[in-house]
Every structure is written in C-alpha cells, then in structure tokens.
C-alpha cells in the first residue's frame, strides 16, 4: 500500500522558519516528480513547490519564491520543504503529493498528482 506521510508541522511566529518532510512507503518515487500543495481555510488547494525526480529541475509559487527550499532524498524515498521568513498568510494544510506519471516536469495542478499525503498544520502568528 503506497503511503505518504508527512511530518508534524508546527506553530510559529512570522519570520521564523520550520521544516516539513514527506516520507514515502510502500513504493520508490525515485522517479517520480513530487510536490507540496497546501490549503488554507475557505480556500482552493495550491501548488507552493514541486520537484523532478533527481532533484535537477524545481518549481515555485511566486508567493514563496527565495523563502521556501524544495529537496529530495531519493535514498530515504524523502521530500523536504524549509520554510523560512514565514508569514501569516503562509498559515495552511500543506500536503505531499506525487505525480507517478511524470518525471522531470513539474506540474502546477492538482489534477497531475495521484498520490497525496495525509496533510499537515502550518500555522504562523504576526
């Protein structure tokens, strides 16, 4: 049974920073493109990164650009988001998912992904 699982996520205040990670099970995603989405309350599910399965080739939302960091340990089967200068409007579900289809191009749409992790609470404070 394919499982992602992501880490606990946390509170903090605005600028500080905090690390998730999806860890996966039950198959390799080596070769696979994976991303984070998330989704905050009354909103619509967003792509915020997302990256090719060697890691060569990433994918941002403009709203965090040159805060957050996407990375891959295909050894561990483990994604990682880092999160830094966060900001009240970052406060969301955030979500790993997998697009087992594809493997360098990194897709913006929900659609594109079929496998999703349980979700996780980022929540930042002003």
């Known amino acids: 049974q394919v499982q992602l699982v992501e880490s606990e996520g946390g509170s903090v205040q605005a600028g500080g920073s905090l690390r998730l990670s999806c860890a996966a099970s039950?198959?390799?995603?080596?070769?696979?493109?994976m991303a984070w989405f998330r989704q905050a309350p009354g909103k619509e599910r967003e792509f915020v990164a997302g990256?090719?399965?060697?890691?060569?080739?990433?994918n941002y939302a403009d709203s965090v650009k040159g805060r957050f960091s996407i990375s891959r340990d295909n050894a561990k089967n483990t994604m990682y988001l880092q999160m830094t200068s966060l900001k009240p409007e970052d406060t969301a579900v955030y979500y790993c998912?997998?697009?087992?289809?594809?493997?360098?191009?990194?897709?913006?749409?929900?659609?594109?992904?079929?496998?999703w992790g349980q979700g996780t609470q980022v929540t930042v404070s002003s």
């Open positions: 998912a997998v697009d087992s289809r594809h493997t360098l191009v990194v897709y913006t749409t929900l659609y594109e992904y079929d496998h």
């Open positions: 039950g198959r390799s995603f080596s070769n696979t493109v």
């Open positions: 990256i090719s399965r060697s890691g060569g080739r990433t």
